[in-house]
């Protein structure tokens, strides 16, 4: 992770939390042509956040996590369901398209500084 200021970014080899979320996976089956179910730990050892996957923030105390997973027909992965289960549950989904193609990143509109107490 890098710092900048109080809050943590995410380090560029990690940059949407996948690579931890996959070394948190402890079992996985398939469940269908190109789907997969398991299990994964919600606080590994040694890890920062990453969930949601694609915006770390969340951080897990316990609990237990499944999630499923769905590729296309090449086997790239689609679609990544994950549920949290500590005293509600908590579904998030992350999905994935343009697999090979340059990403385009466009500046927001309507953007500011954030307030100073987000730094804090």
Same mark, same amino acid.
């Given at each position: 992770?890098? &710092?900048?200021?109080?809050? @943590?970014?995410? /380090?560029?080899?990690?940059?949407?939390?996948? !690579? =931890?979320?996959?070394?948190?996976?402890?079992?996985?089956?398939?469940?269908?042509?190109? !789907?997969?179910? %398991? $299990?994964? #730990?919600?606080?590994?050892? #040694?890890?920062?956040?990453?969930?949601?996957?694609? !915006?770390?923030?969340?951080?897990?105390? %316990?609990? =237990?996590?499944?999630? =499923?997973? $769905? =590729? #296309?027909?090449? /086997?790239?992965? &689609?679609?990544?369901?994950? @549920?949290?289960?500590?005293? @509600?549950?908590?579904?998030? $989904?992350?999905?994935?398209? /343009?697999?090979?193609?340059?990403?385009?990143?466009?500046?927001? /509109?309507?953007?500011? @500084?954030?307030?100073?107490?987000?730094?804090?």
């Amino acid at each position: 992770m890098h &710092t900048r200021g109080k809050y @943590e970014v995410p /380090g560029m080899k990690n940059p949407i939390g996948l !690579a =931890t979320f996959m070394s948190a996976i402890q079992s996985m089956h398939c469940t269908g042509s190109r !789907a997969y179910r %398991g $299990t994964f #730990d919600p606080t590994p050892r #040694d890890a920062d956040e990453f969930l949601p996957i694609g !915006a770390p923030a969340i951080v897990v105390f %316990g609990g =237990t996590g499944v999630f =499923t997973v $769905t =590729t #296309d027909a090449l /086997g790239w992965v &689609t679609s990544i369901k994950v @549920e949290l289960r500590v005293k @509600e549950t908590l579904k998030m $989904t992350t999905t994935f398209s /343009g697999h090979g193609k340059p990403v385009k990143i466009s500046k927001p /509109g309507n953007v500011g @500084e954030a307030y100073d107490f987000s730094y804090d």
